[in-house]
């Protein structure tokens, strides 16, 4: 059984266009983040969701909206798609405790902007 | 902003060697982990280690910590062919929780 999903795994798109990626995690964690890992495999938080509530929102374009309809799903929203948005975009979820936050990925969505 | 910074940033053994790396932070942390990427894949957690605790085993991982020189360390014993991967350390910062990742160690371990 697949812990945490993301769909799709590969997407190519137009610049300009909008796109959306989805996330499910079946493991009853609270907690749910995106990350972005670039070509030098940095990979920097964006995003992250408790209980449906936004904890964490790093400096990140506002063509970027997250959407969490409840806590096993976040889903990622891109407008007007840029070159530089190509990366693969991670999901990944936490039970939130003190003295923990040991992650799930997910295997990840490979974005490639045209 | 980046945390962690491992060292070194590319490595390659001989299958049954030990390999080791290392990692540097800056802030003051809750706790410290270890991530490993097989090529195309998610990150996979390997071990955790608390600010209060200076070494921890799982398997054939060996993790040290050090908060006075705010360092760690990953040691991989007798290293196998499927040990090949990147090798991420990733720090939960006291003030706030937030886990930031390392540029992360690529290792390849030859037959």
């Known amino acids: 059984d697949t812990a945490v999903s993301q769909t799709p795994k590969y997407l190519v798109t137009q610049m300009g266009n909008d796109k959306s990626i989805k996330c499910e995690q079946n493991?009853?964690?609270?907690?749910m983040y995106w990350y972005k890992q670039d070509s030098k495999k940095f990979l920097k938080i964006m995003f992250s969701y408790n209980n449906k509530e936004l904890i964490i929102n790093e400096t990140v374009p506002n063509r970027f909206s997250p959407k969490s309809p409840d806590k096993a799903h976040l889903n990622l929203h891109i407008n007007s798609l840029e070159l530089g948005d190509s990366a693969v975009y991670f999901c990944a979820s936490s039970q939130r405790q003190v003295n923990s936050y040991e992650q799930y990925f997910g295997p990840g969505t490979r974005l490639t902007v045209t | 902003s980046q945390q962690g910074e491992e060292d070194p940033q590319a490595l390659s053994i001989q299958e049954g060697e030990n390999a080791t790396m290392n990692c540097s932070y800056k802030?003051?942390?809750?706790?410290l982990q270890w991530y490993r990427q097989n090529s195309g894949r998610g990150l996979v957690h390997l071990i955790l280690i608390r600010s209060n605790e200076r070494e921890k085993h799982s398997g054939r991982l060996r993790v040290t910590l050090d908060t006075s020189k705010k360092s760690s360390s990953l040691l991989i014993t007798a290293s196998r062919a499927a040990d090949t991967a990147s090798y991420f350390c990733?720090?939960?910062?006291?003030?706030?929780?937030?886990?930031?990742f390392g540029a992360g160690t690529t290792v390849t371990v030859r037959a």
């Open positions: 802030t003051s942390i809750n706790n």
């Open positions: 990733a720090t939960v910062a006291s003030k706030d929780y937030k886990l930031s």
């Open positions: 493991l009853g964690h609270d907690t």
